[in-house]
């Protein structure tokens, strides 16, 4: 099955198109009070990208960690997962969410444009990795094989499922826009890879976090995909804060899961895919952004 194409990042229009994904409007929430009488606080709304695809079940699996956050800061949580990375971006922007989960490049994107706040990561986004999959029987063995062949990105704005993979492959020597056959955007993790599954592409890149999720709970056959290519380590996943959230309560938000515990709390860490949790800084983003620049995302 033939992959659409697409402009090129180093192009002026592939960089107008992704700067599109910035837009936002709205209006933010707030609490009022009638005769006197307050009404019931407004939820903390914590947003999440699609990573492993946005459906009311996996809000409706996420319940332990909402439950966790929901005692932890002291008030009521709603857990949000926007259609795409870009709207979780545009709620932090207009007010629709207090906190999200964001990759390492939309954390930069949305740094840039609404000043948000890093907070917190699982230790392992400070070293983190994408994995090219394809199919195991396939004759690709190394990133120099995907000359000529369908590749699948994530996002168009996800670090580990396009900026990273991407980067690897102009670096082994690979034009995405001229080497491949076509490529396309599944919009997450999780669809790329059941997209190599099912053999609709050649290839793609993904967090190898879902990929091992998605083998071990045997929602994708891990005999019908294998990994031909790991990208060196970079820092990924952010929890953060919109900027004018209280620093009280982005503290017991931090602290929320700087204090989870494997042997207490296995089922929240679960949901989350970690083990442990560390403060975050802008800092460490560096890097993100100077790639991100180089690749004309911004």
């Given amino acids: 099955m033939p992959a659409s194409?697409?402009?090129?990042?180093?192009?002026?229009?592939?960089?107008?198109?992704?700067?599109?994904?910035?837009?936002?409007?709205?209006?933010?929430?707030a609490v009022t009070a009638l005769g006197g009488v307050a009404r019931a606080a407004a939820p903390v709304r914590i947003g999440m990208i699609p990573d492993a695809g946005a459906t009311q079940v996996a809000i409706d699996q996420k319940a332990p960690l909402k439950d966790y956050l929901g005692k932890a800061i002291g008030a009521p949580v709603e857990l949000v997962i926007p259609t795409s990375y870009n709207a979780t971006v545009e709620g932090l922007g207009n007010g629709s969410l207090d906190f999200a989960y964001?990759?390492?490049?939309?954390?930069?994107?949305?740094?840039?444009?609404?000043?948000?706040?890093?907070?917190?990561q699982r230790k392992i986004d400070t070293e983190f990795h994408s994995l090219f999959i394809t199919q195991a029987n396939s004759s690709i063995k190394g990133l120099a094989d995907l000359k000529g062949k369908s590749f699948a990105f994530g996002d168009v704005i996800s670090t580990s499922g396009h900026l990273m993979p991407y980067r690897a492959m102009v670096q082994a020597g690979i034009d995405p826009d001229h080497d491949l056959k076509g490529f396309r955007y599944t919009g997450s993790h999780a669809a790329t890879v059941q997209v190599v599954a099912a053999g609709s592409a050649d290839a793609g890149a993904c967090d190898e976090t879902?990929?091992?999720?998605?083998?071990?709970?045997?929602?994708?056959?891990?005999?019908?995909?294998?990994?031909?290519?790991?990208?060196?380590?970079?820092?990924?996943?952010?929890?953060?804060a919109r900027k004018d959230v209280?620093?009280?309560?982005?503290?017991?938000?931090?602290?929320?899961?700087?204090?989870?515990?494997?042997?207490?709390?296995?089922?929240?860490?679960?949901?989350?895919?970690?083990?442990?949790?560390?403060?975050?800084?802008?800092?460490?983003?560096?890097?993100?952004?100077?790639?991100a620049t180089k690749l004309a995302m911004f």
């Fill in 102 to 120: 964001l990759g390492g490049l939309t954390f930069v994107k949305a740094r840039a444009s609404y000043g948000i706040v890093p907070l917190v």
């Fill in 5 to 29: 194409r697409n402009v090129s990042l180093f192009s002026p229009a592939g960089a107008l198109t992704r700067r599109g994904f910035l837009g936002a409007g709205g209006a933010a929430i």
């Fill in 210 to 240: 879902v990929f091992h999720e998605l083998v071990d709970s045997g929602k994708v056959d891990g005999k019908a995909v294998r990994v031909f290519y790991t990208t060196p380590a970079f820092v990924d996943y952010v929890w953060a």
């Fill in 246 to 291: 209280a620093p009280a309560l982005q503290e017991k938000f931090t602290a929320a899961f700087l204090n989870l515990s494997p042997a207490r709390d296995a089922q929240v860490l679960d949901i989350l895919r970690g083990k442990e949790f560390v403060r975050a800084n802008n800092e460490e983003y560096a890097a993100i952004q100077e790639v």
